[in-house]
């Protein structure tokens, strides 16, 4: 009985241990598969755009397609992005994949700094940018604990994506100070 105590006991204090540990990892993993998707999906959209030699939107929410360009429906980031083309034998938008994300507290919140809810990515490889005189636009991923542990991706119109590699900091090495 006594052994069974100890050992209850020593399993309590681990589980103590362990718990806020589980929690920081499961929010970074959260934030940090959303900063990939994000990427991948840049990737794709510019990867799409050189392919086909057509123009492909990364588009900010996942309501589908609307006519026109762009093709986008919805505009807010917050409820994940698709990848969109409009073929050159057809005005219909042709969605290629959506990235939807959960509308649950725990969900990290993504904002585009320059307020861009869409990119256009063109055929010769490179990216038209919407928000008035800008050649770069930063999109942050923050969660709960704030700027220290936001990351973010970046893309400018020469179509370089890159992503921060460390918590509080953007793709250049500045440090994001605020969050959505």
Not at 5 to 12: E, P, S
Not at 68 to 92: D, L, N, R, Y
Not at 139 to 144: A, K, P, S, Y
Request: charged residues 10%; contains cysteine.
């Amino acid at each position: 009985m006594i052994e069974l105590m100890i050992t209850v006991a020593v399993a309590a204090i681990f589980a103590i241990i362990a718990l806020p540990n589980l929690r920081t990892y499961v929010l970074n993993s959260r934030r940090d598969s959303l900063i990939d998707g994000l990427v991948a999906s840049m990737h794709y959209a510019r990867t799409q755009a050189i392919d086909l030699n057509q123009a492909t939107f990364l588009c900010a929410g996942t309501a589908g397609t609307s006519a026109g360009t762009p093709p986008c429906a919805t505009a807010a980031w917050s409820s994940g992005w698709q990848v969109i083309t409009i073929p050159a034998s057809s005005s219909t938008p042709k969605l290629l994949t959506s990235h939807p994300l959960s509308s649950a507290g725990t969900t990290p919140s993504v904002n585009a700094v320059n307020g861009n809810v869409y990119f256009q990515f063109n055929g010769n490889g490179t990216v038209t940018i919407h928000t008035g005189g800008v050649t770069t636009e930063t999109i942050r991923v923050c969660d709960t604990r704030g700027p220290a542990y936001a990351r973010a991706v970046e893309i400018n119109t020469a179509g370089f994506i890159q992503s921060s590699p460390q918590a509080g900091l953007d793709p250049t090495g500045a440090a994001i100070t605020t969050c959505p």
